[in-house]
């Protein structure tokens, strides 16, 4: 980690530092060659001027146009051969005067057609660097040329050494940031070498290893911190582990204490002693009776494998009928229905879908069973099943008090109750929809709450698979 750190964090410097340099030389070699070259323009268009003046003056005075672009260009030549700047003329693309120390004539792609425009170059003659700059006499006599050298070879060359002496003060700055960068490297990574040293430890189960405390002031407060998260990590694994043994004790006691399928019993029971039954109802009742507590058997004996096995092993599924299986939750819940006076409806799209058949009833009754608890008086209960984005989806609405944002969140934690106040009164204990996540999740489906206080309530239990 060290190792990398420094390599990425020098080569990052390095690569800013020298990109920066060099595009700045760059920058500011174009912005100085720039100016030099307005500089010359300027002077290439004071002399076409000057020797148009001088050629007039002398035609006026008898001189033939050779004579006088000869004379012109001798007085000019004196003059600035002393600044190390060199003319030529051009009569027909064709060199006629030359004041440079070699010889050079303008190539094809540096004479410009039209007569009118002016161009300007870098070119290097014999090694030195000249700017060149070619353009026609005015009109009348167009059929001349000016071409003007200025030797710039001392101007660049400094400019090279300029630009030399920067990549050197880089390479320096840069060997002295390596140093620089390593020690403090060293530095900065010593304590966190020991923090996972000691980290290895504590993974292993060493938790009372401590750093000694050392260094500056922010190390030190580093070091603490990380004594301090020590000491919380194993204050929090034995609770973890306390909380451990509570909760499998919670799950097992939870699987005695399904009460799903006893709210069929309990109503059929207390019909039969209520109500003069014929002996034909009455072998029905304890026929319904003795059918539950069957389910209520298999139920609780799949609640305690599901316990222990957790996720080692698949419950066996099988494909079960949407249809029988609603009817059968109506029938499960038809005396509570009937007793708040709430309309079961149920619609199906499903032929059928693939799960454990007893663990899926009691996770369906204990959704329609929270379901009748929110409705009031002729309240409305909707059980719907149908295909949702290529999923399988088993749906149950009911138009009751509906619950808030924060209660949603918290509604499939254990013993939460949305009422506490009714669900003592209807014998809620707050483990049903704790009990619905555990069976969806085993069947690879999970659960979807919606609701609005006062409206609806929405429970969708979608299959992935």
């Known amino acids: 980690m060290k190792n990398k750190t420094y390599i990425w964090t020098l080569v990052l410097f390095l690569l800013f530092i020298n990109v920066g340099i060099m595009l700045f030389c760059i920058s500011n070699t174009k912005h100085n060659l720039s100016g030099i070259k307005e500089s010359y323009l300027r002077e290439h268009y004071f002399l076409v001027n000057s020797m ?22 001798d007085s000019y030549k004196m003059h600035y051969e002393v600044q190390k700047i060199y003319l030529q003329i051009y009569k ?29 170059h870098v070119v ?37 050494k300029r630009n030399n002496s920067l990549f050197i003060v880089s390479i320096i700055f ?44 922010e190390i030190a407060e580093v070091v603490q911190s990380f004594n301090t998260m020590a000491d ?21 006691d939870l699987a005695h204490e399904l009460r799903t399928p006893l709210t069929a019993i309990y109503g059929y029971a207390e019909y039969m002693q209520k109500t003069h039954l014929s002996e034909e109802d009455k072998y029905a009742a304890t026929n319904y009776i003795l059918s539950e507590s069957t389910r209520l058997k298999n139920i609780s004996e799949s ?24 009817k059968k939750v109506h029938q499960t819940e038809n005396i509570k229905l009937k007793e708040k006076g709430i309309e079961l409806v149920y619609y199906n799209e499903l032929k059928e879908i693939k799960g454990n058949k007893d663990l899926i009833e009691s996770m369906v009754v204990n959704l329609v069973d929270n379901a009748i608890k929110a ?4 309240g409305k209960i909707t059980m ?12 149950v609405e009911d138009n009751g008090k509906g619950m808030t944002e924060k209660q949603l969140l918290q509604v499939t934690e254990a013993f939460y109750r949305v009422d506490k106040a009714r669900s003592r009164k209807e014998g809620g204990n707050g483990l049903g929809l704790a009990l619905c996540e555990q069976i969806a999740k085993k069947h690879h489906a999970e659960l979807s709450f919606s609701s609005k206080p006062n409206e609806k309530t929405i429970v969708k239990v979608i299959f992935q698979e």
């Not at 001088?54 to 033939?64: L, S, T, V």
């Not at 027909?92 to 161009?119: G, R």
């Not at 030195?128 to 660049?156: H, W």
Request: glycine share 4%; proline share 2%; charged share 35%.
């Open 92 to 120: 027909d693309k064709v060199s006629i005067y030359s004041s440079l120390p070699i010889e050079a004539t303008l190539s094809d792609k540096e004479m410009n057609e039209e007569k009118d425009i002016t161009e300007i």
């Open 52 to 73: 148009t003046k001088d050629i007039m003056a002398m035609k006026n005075r008898g001189y033939e146009i050779d004579d006088a672009i000869a004379h012109s260009y």
């Open 174 to 217: 840069s060997g002295v940031l390596s140093i620089c960068l390593f020690i403090l490297l060293e530095y900065l990574f010593e304590p966190l070498e020991r923090i996972s040293s000691i980290s290895n430890k504590i993974a292993n189960g060493e938790y009372k290893e401590k750093l000694e405390i050392r260094g500056g002031e």
């Open 232 to 252: 919380k990590i194993q204050y929090q694994m034995e609770e973890l582990e306390s909380h451990a043994r509570e909760r499998q004790r919670l799950i097992d």
């Open 303 to 326: 609640l305690l494998e599901l316990v222990i096995i957790r996720e080692e092993k698949e419950i066996e599924m099988v494909s079960m009928d949407i249809e029988q299986l609603f």
């Open 384 to 395: 719907r099943a149908y295909f949702e984005n290529e999923k399988k989806i088993i749906e």
């Open 124 to 160: 290097t003659l014999n090694e030195r660097k000249y700017i060149q700059i070619s353009g026609n006499l005015p009109e009348q006599y167009n059929q001349y040329a000016l071409v003007y050298y200025a030797d710039i070879t001392d101007i660049v060359n400094e400019w090279d």
């Open 375 to 378: 409705c009031s008086t002729k």
